[in-house]
């Protein structure tokens, strides 16, 4: 008969033979041992515990679990954890924050910033990135987006590391356009780095120590910390100097203090608020090089952070008891509406641009490409606003999106008269006024106007517009709109 195996002694094991072998103790055997060691066992800290875990271990060869990629499972679980606290303790922070300010009366005056940083490409195995772009916008909700109050560049990062050109080059033509750096080994990225430090001391508030706490996009935020710490690590010694905290979590905390009410139940409200991207093609936000024809402004990053600055101020300036203004708080091609709370049913938005075209108006022709880009690289120009965000991957938020909201009940002249002037800027005021009591023909016959005892007939052109023709209504404060939608063979809403 073959002798009977013994399993490999495990940390509970080892700790009930010491238990008992200790004097002033007498068991009869190990079951007698393992029964009084139990109660011990469950006391102990995990400090207590690890001596008895690593003798275990080493019995059993010394031989800890691997990933498939050859990583130790102990570590790879105890990042997870440390990554865990930090989220938890970035929201705890910008929680504690916004509440404060709110008490004192100075979220309205209190300064944001908001980052974005487009990139050339990534190498792994320095765990570092190779910037193209930086922007930094410094804005407030009581005074909107400042020119003054924007610094951007465009970075030269030096040489691409061996082997990267292609793939730095590909995704330069899917994304921002940048011309990359084959044969240029010079950087400035040091110079850069000391501006937009200098430009942070002059935005923050007096008397503020420490640095304060950059916005990024949630998808980005890991990449623009990256690229500042390396930098803070290579020219002053201080990796840790930059906090960049995700710009939804933010978001969510303001737009819920400054109503005095949890009119945004979870995150996902402000992740679909930026999601909607409503001010991706207004003229006269991107830079130089990204207005030109043949660049994609949508990707700028000076874009990118202005926009994210009008979405804050769309959600968050009419409960403060803040005017809109145009070019401040929103583009200066948008209709600012008549402002309104958030219990007033609806939330008041700004209106959409007029313009909401694709089309830029051009500055500079498409052979003064390479030109413009030395001029934007030039670090000694005045400062200008921008959001830092990294589009480095397949992850950018989609460029052209649509309200998708359901039909509800008791619609609101005010959103009637907003969306009419952002459909057609051109039609009269009395049908702005009716648009709310529009009545709609059975069959594919003509819509009609029901005011009074006079009708109006509307425009040939608008009887099949669907809603994929209307620009997005943009931003909301947790409440579903209305959604007009293509009109079927027997009339009426769908």
Not at 174 to 195: A, G, R, V
Not at 221 to 244: G, H, R
Not at 442 to 469: F, I, M
Request: charged share 25%; hydrophobic share 30%; with cysteine.
């Amino acid at each position: 008969m073959a002798p009977k195996k013994h399993g490999k002694a495990n940390a509970f094991i080892l700790f009930s033979q010491e238990l008992m072998s200790s004097p002033g103790r007498k068991y009869n055997n190990l079951k007698d041992a393992i029964a009084a060691a139990g109660p011990l066992w469950t006391q102990m800290s995990k400090d207590q515990k690890r001596p008895y875990e690593e003798r275990a271990r080493s019995l059993k060869g010394g031989q800890p679990k691997l990933t498939c990629d050859g990583r130790r499972v102990d570590e790879l679980t105890h990042e997870m954890h440390l990554k865990q606290e930090a989220e938890s303790n970035a929201r705890q922070e910008i929680r504690n924050l916004l509440t404060l300010a709110h008490t004192r009366n100075e979220l309205a005056t209190g300064t944001f910033f908001l980052v974005h940083c487009n990139i050339f490409c990534y190498l792994g195995a320095e765990d570092r990135f190779w910037p193209a772009e930086i922007a930094l916008l410094a804005f407030d909700l009581k005074d909107g987006v400042k020119p003054e109050n924007v610094f951007h560049r465009m970075v030269q990062p030096g040489p691409l590391p061996i082997g990267y050109k292609f793939d730095a080059k590909k995704h330069s033509e899917e994304t921002h356009l940048i011309s990359i750096p084959f044969d240029d080994d010079k950087s400035n990225m040091e110079t850069i780095y000391y501006e937009l430090k200098l430009f942070i001391e002059k935005s923050k508030p007096q008397g503020s120590k420490n640095m304060p706490i950059l916005y990024a996009h949630k998808t980005y935020s890991k990449v623009v910390q990256n690229i500042l710490n390396t930098w803070a690590a290579d020219y002053e010694d201080a990796p840790n100097m930059f906090k960049v905290y995700d710009l939804q979590v933010m978001l969510y905390f303001l737009r819920n203090i400054v109503a005095d009410d949890q009119v945004w139940p979870s995150l996902t409200f402000s992740n679909r608020e930026l999601e909607k991207d409503i001010y991706a093609y207004e003229p006269g936000i991107a830079c130089k090089y990204h207005s030109s024809s043949n660049s994609h402004p949508v990707y700028c990053s000076k874009s990118l952070v202005h926009r994210y600055a009008y979405v804050i101020c769309d959600n968050c300036c009419t409960d403060l008891n803040i005017e809109l203004i145009s070019g401040q708080h929103v583009p200066k091609e948008s209709r600012v509406p008549k402002a309104a709370s958030s219990h007033d049913g609806f939330s008041s938005r700004s209106s959409l641009s007029s313009r909401h075209s694709r089309k830029y108006d051009s500055e500079f022709d498409s052979d003064a490409n390479s030109e413009v880009w030395e001029t934007e690289s030039n670090t000694s120009s005045v400062f200008s606003v921008n959001s830092l965000t990294s589009n480095f991957d397949e992850n950018f938020p989609s460029l052209d999106r649509r309200a998708t909201s359901s039909n509800t009940s008791g619609q609101r002249s005010g959103f009637a008269q907003s969306y009419v002037g952002a459909v057609n800027p051109s039609l009269s005021n009395s049908f702005e006024n009716d648009f709310s009591e529009l009545s709609l023909s059975q069959g594919r016959g003509t819509r009609k106007l029901a005011s009074g005892s006079a009708s109006q007939t509307l425009p040939e052109e608008a009887e099949n517009v669907s809603t994929l023709d209307f620009p997005a209504l943009g931003t909301g404060r947790g409440v579903r709109r209305p959604q007009w939608r293509k009109l079927g063979s027997h009339g009426g809403q769908e």
